[in-house]
């Protein structure tokens, strides 16, 4: 037996089918317009009791109706949204002086019927021409504004989703280009494993396995779990380890609370590997690179510290890189972002500040 809230539910979804259809919100205008005449204007304001009167006043406001459609499919989307603005001014100026010239005529037959409120409307007097055209300029300014206002949003809207779907085929690019340019670099160093028969090899394979899963099932949406982003460099930075081995001091420190945190996948990866890719090493042989990644006040701080052989300004044109992430920044956080790039004697620090 279905439960109370879901018969609820489907009289809910039910109820406003009326007003689904098209057809519907035309008719429920143009009720509203005609009763506020009817009730307000001329039974409140003029107070007309002549029964005669209302019976013929449908017959009048026809004319509004047919002048606001003709205006609405004809003249608009024809001439005025064309921009042929002086053809639309010209061809509506002469189709309010037919419905206006109709409108006398029609007061003026309803006259001879004996109705005392058409008595009083002398026929085809300029004040009668003006008061006519006045009248059907109403009616006729409410449809335009609506339509206006209705064409403007649905533009708005499209535009909007086309500039959306256009910036996220812009990201996916740009973050489609990282895998390769990634796995390529790994790869160099599961072959310098291998030719050395290391023992390590397996675990290398291992370790890129799980990169792999990460990047093909969990990065596909707008942003993921900071925790996984961050076992994802720590599964690169074992990766490094198991290559450079002793010859690496890297620390990783992480500060602050990371649960519940979200932010663009495979962001930070590539400071990481470009301090691996263009880091100097010291008269020890040692790679040096420290790597700091603090949630405060909710904004993520990143930043990675390493010595470096070339002022690395250059190398962000020097293919992938920092560039792809410079633009996928930009692209993901317009100006709410600051990444600071400063070389000091022959340090390189790159620190990266996003809204999380």
């Known amino acids: 037996m279905p439960s109370n809230k879901l018969d609820n539910t489907n009289s809910f979804n039910t109820s406003p089918a009326f007003f689904k259809k098209r057809w519907a919100y035309h008719l429920l205008f143009w009720v509203v317009y005609f009763g506020f005449c009817n009730v307000v204007i001329f039974y409140g304001v003029y107070q007309i009791r002549e029964a005669f009167f209302y019976y013929t006043l449908p017959t009048i406001f026809l004319l509004d109706v047919l002048l606001a459609y003709f205006n609405l499919y004809v003249l608009i989307p024809r001439w005025l949204a064309k921009g042929k603005y002086f053809y639309y001014a010209l061809l509506l100026i002469a189709a309010l002086l037919v419905t206006a010239w109709l409108n006398i005529l029609m007061k003026h037959l309803f006259a001879l019927s004996g109705s005392p409120v058409y008595n009083l409307i002398d026929t085809y007097s300029f004040a009668n021409i003006i008061g ?95 925790e996984k982003e961050i076992n994802y460099l720590e ?56 790597i700091l990644l603090r949630v405060e006040n909710s904004h993520l701080h990143f930043m990675v510290k390493n010595k470096m052989a070339v002022k690395p300004a250059n190398s962000t044109a020097a293919g992938i890189g920092l560039k792809n992430v410079h633009r996928r920044l930009q692209l993901l956080f317009g100006n709410n972002y600051s990444l600071i790039e400063t070389t000091q004697d022959d340090t390189y620090t790159a620190a990266l500040k996003i809204p999380v």
């Open 132 to 226: 006519a055209i006045a009248e059907r300029f109403y009616p006729l300014a409410i449809t335009t504004a609506i339509k206006v206002g209705k064409d403007w949003v649905q533009n708005r809207r499209r535009l909007q989703e086309s500039e959306k779907q256009t910036l996220e085929a812009e990201l996916n690019f740009l973050k489609s280009q990282i895998q390769p340019h990634f796995f390529f670099n790994t790869l160099n160093n599961l072959y310098s494993l291998t030719l050395k028969k290391s023992d390590e090899a397996p675990e290398v394979v291992l370790k890129l396995s799980e990169l792999m899963s990460y990047m093909l099932y969990e990065t596909n949406g707008a942003k993921v779990p900071l």
């Open 235 to 290: 599964n690169y930075i074992d990766l490094e380890r198991l290559r450079f081995g002793k010859n690496l001091a890297l620390q990783f420190i992480i500060e602050g609370q990371t649960t519940g945190i979200y932010l663009p996948p495979l962001i930070l990866i590539l400071f990481i590997e470009n301090g691996f890719k263009h880091g100097l090493r010291n008269i020890h042989n040692i790679l040096e690179i420290d």
